[in-house]
């Protein structure tokens, strides 16, 4: 629906930086879930979202293999989030749009995958319904 809708469907592991680049305001990336989905396998499934103004604006589910042990011992502590863990190692995985969509809601979804030769992470995220207009909640704006 929203010109910048194009640049959030092709974020490549990016996404917290461009939302608060757009809203000059901190990302935080809340931890939901994260739950390995075998003993040692090495996979987890996860689940985060994204909020601006203490107000989630994109829910993302992911399921990550990973192959370095180093990485696994990050993921597994589910205190590093996906795109802080290749910024760490240095490295720029590959981006690969599945597809993407409008919701029912009126926000919109992308499926992805990022892979590395460290770790491949399945990805899909639903982004709320005007994104874009999010503004500070009363007592945020006070604040200031």
């Keep these: ?34 739950k390995q989905t075998l003993e040692h396998s090495g996979e987890w499934e996860r689940r985060v979202h994204l909020e601006v103004f203490d107000q989630t604006f994109c829910t993302a589910d992911s399921r990550v293999v990973v192959r370095d042990p180093e990485c696994r011992e990050l993921v597994e502590s589910g205190k590093v989030g996906l795109g802080q863990l290749f910024r760490y190692k240095n490295v720029l995985p590959e981006f690969m749009l599945q597809a993407a969509g409008p919701t029912k809601e009126g926000g919109f979804w992308r ?26 909640t009363e007592s945020k704006s006070n604040e200031t």
């Excluded at 974020?11 to 990336?29: C, H, K, M, T, W």
């Design 111 to 136: 499926k992805y995958t990022l892979e590395c030769s460290l770790m491949i992470c399945y990805i899909h995220e639903v982004f709320c319904p005007n994104v874009w207009d999010l503004k500070p």
């Design 1 to 34: 629906h929203h010109p910048l809708d194009r640049i959030a469907v092709t974020a490549n592991g990016n996404l917290q930086r461009i939302f608060s680049s757009y809203y000059d305001e901190p990302v935080n990336v809340v931890l939901d879930t994260c």
